[in-house]
């Protein structure tokens, strides 16, 4: 298998120079998301209002699969409503678990440049990390103190 | 010893020519001859063996007992009495929780680990001193993986029931001195049950001069099949201890409400064995007589050497435990600098290196060692310096490749 590919220049980028790593003083969600047997850790937090994600972030360490998904996700969710927000959340969990077509991949810009880590089976938990952290979220979707 | 024989021996290395296989230490690779031997026993002997009084059956033991018979001269046991057959280490180290540690701990006795135990023997004692209200005490090692001897006797008292220590750590590869160990445990009245999943298959291990009360270790990291493994216990310990699991093959009468158990080893080999693997290992272990274990561990001693060389060269990189390569007994445990290890396991996985990242099965360790996680690169005689020098090289290109600057190649 070539994985040469999979660490391509999206993805090394997002984890050595993230956008959205940094605390979030007016979040109203927020949620630790572990992998515990790979030590994956981080905490999502969000401001939504009126139902859009005005603001997201996360702090915490991992494999950098992880900490540049989250990134990806955050890029792609601010500005988006939650409904928007589980589709493209649905999207990418379609995307490494099955097939998507190319225009539902165009949908999900950079994190399309996760989509390799369908063949590797052990770091898929990395990858949907954020994704499954604001899915919990939203599953609670009752405020929490940040 | 000529390697490149020796490789051809092996399916898989030939099936991988392009593959440096260096996660040694997680199961070796398997010679032809062992696959054949257990392949064998089930187009030739396969017969439910110890019950039937039929000649097959009476192959199919003969084998599985011809088996017992080199496992315990391996060890140099007394008797193929104290060769218990199980799944693996961790299955004899259950064992001993579950039938020793059950029936003899009482509340307020202590089981003594070390730091550095891997999972298996670590969970097995939680279990045991929960169950019966004692106490699971650590001792710890200092930064190169040593043991000192007033740590361990600080660590010791009277309240002592039993030690079980690794011979060889599974991160650190440091050999810890279970002779001088087992001898000061003996001398507070403990026993000492040594875990030699590491050990056993790189090092002689000769349990009478160790003079060890329990010794476990696996087949499958020494050439053998997968799902089968040995406990040794001494004669008079295994007599007073209670069956392990119960049902077909470890009985002398059975009534309605009670029973009497066979006489070992049968006692503690409920239910159908595992013949197959048995005779697998039975290969495995003529495998080390035909190359000779002095021929094996010599070779085994200028890997580890190469290797620490060539790993101490990598930019970046920061190797844990001793400072000097025969002592790593083939197993080497590193960071990089701001590469995560499962990334560094990926990117050498591109260049055909495998090797193990994560905690390694013994995350009270990391936490003592303060790294979460690492990557893992562990030898085998079958192994190559050209091998360690691709590990070498793909270690050197990681952060680079993950963006990191430029680092000097080797």
């Avoid at chain 2, 299955?91 to 202590?110: H, K, T, V």
Wanted: proline share 4%; charged share 25%; net charge negative.
């Amino acid at each position: 298998m070539d994985n040469r590919s999979f660490y391509n220049s999206i993805l090394t980028e997002h984890n050595l120079r993230p956008s959205n790593k940094r605390e979030l003083p007016g979040a109203n969600f927020s949620l630790e998301g572990v992998n515990p047997n790979c030590g994956d850790d981080i905490v999502l937090r969000l401001r939504v209002e009126d139902g859009v994600i005005v603001d997201g972030a996360y702090t915490g360490s991992g494999c950098a699969i992880s900490q540049a998904s989250a990134d990806i996700m955050l890029d792609l969710v601010i500005g988006k409503t939650k409904e928007e927000a589980l589709k493209l959340s649905d999207l990418f969990f379609r995307m490494i678990k099955e097939k998507v077509t190319e225009e539902e991949l165009e949908e999900l810009e950079e994190a399309a440049a996760l989509s390799d880590i369908a063949h590797m089976p052990a770091r898929v938990k990395c990858a949907v990390l954020g994704w499954r952290t604001m899915g919990e979220i939203f599953a609670g979707d009752t405020p929490s103190q940040a | 010893m000529i390697t490149k024989e020796i490789r051809k021996e092996f399916p898989l290395l030939a099936a991988h020519p392009e593959l440096a296989y260096l996660d040694n230490a997680a199961t070796t690779q398997k010679p032809e001859q062992v696959i054949r031997r257990e392949e064998a026993f089930y187009r030739e002997k396969n017969a439910n063996p110890l019950r039937g009084l039929y000649a097959l059956s009476e192959a199919a033991t003969r084998e599985y007992e011809e088996a017992r018979e080199l496992a315990r001269a391996f060890i140099r046991a007394d008797s193929t009495e104290e060769i218990i057959f199980t799944r693996n280490a961790t299955e004899s180290l259950n064992l001993i929780s579950y039938s020793w540690a059950d029936a003899f701990l009482r509340e307020g006795d202590e089981i003594l680990v070390t730091v550095m135990e891997h999972h298996s023997n670590l969970l097995p004692w939680q279990r045991a001193a929960r169950r019966n209200g004692a106490v699971l005490r650590y001792v710890e090692c200092d930064a190169e993986g040593r043991i000192r001897e007033e740590d361990f006797r600080a660590a010791l008292n009277e309240r002592t029931r039993l030690v079980s220590m690794a011979q060889i750590s599974n991160v650190l590869g440091v050999e810890n001195d279970v002779k001088h160990f087992a001898a000061l445990a003996h001398e507070a009245g403990a026993l000492f049950s040594c875990d030699g999943a590491q050990s056993v298959p790189h090092i002689p291990v000769d349990v009478k001069a160790l003079d060890v009360d329990f010794l476990s270790f696996s087949g499958h990291k020494m050439l053998g099949p997968m799902g089968i493994g040995v406990l040794y216990g001494k004669k008079e310990l295994l007599e007073k201890m209670p069956p392990f699991l119960y049902g077909g093959e470890m009985i002398e009468y059975v009534d309605r409400q009670k029973a009497t158990y066979a006489e070992l080893p049968h006692k503690f080999e409920a239910g159908t064995v595992n013949a197959g693997a048995a005779a697998g290992l039975g290969e495995a272990i003529r495998c080390y007589e035909k190359l000779g274990f002095d021929a094996i561990c010599r070779r085994e001693k200028e890997l580890s050497r190469y290797a620490f060389e060539v790993l101490t060269r990598v930019p970046h990189l920061h190797l844990l435990g001793p400072r000097e390569g025969e002592a790593h007994n083939g197993i080497f445990t590193f960071t990089l600098d701001d590469v995560h290890p499962h990334d560094i396991a990926a990117i050498l996985d591109a260049d055909g290196v495998a090797i193990r990242a994560g905690h390694h099965c013994a995350q009270p360790l990391m936490k003592f060692l303060g790294t979460p996680s690492t990557a893992r690169a562990s030898l085998s005689f079958y192994n190559t310096e050209e091998e360690i020098l691709r590990l070498g090289e793909s270690l050197s290109t990681v952060r680079e490749r993950m963006g990191y600057g430029q680092s000097q190649l080797l």
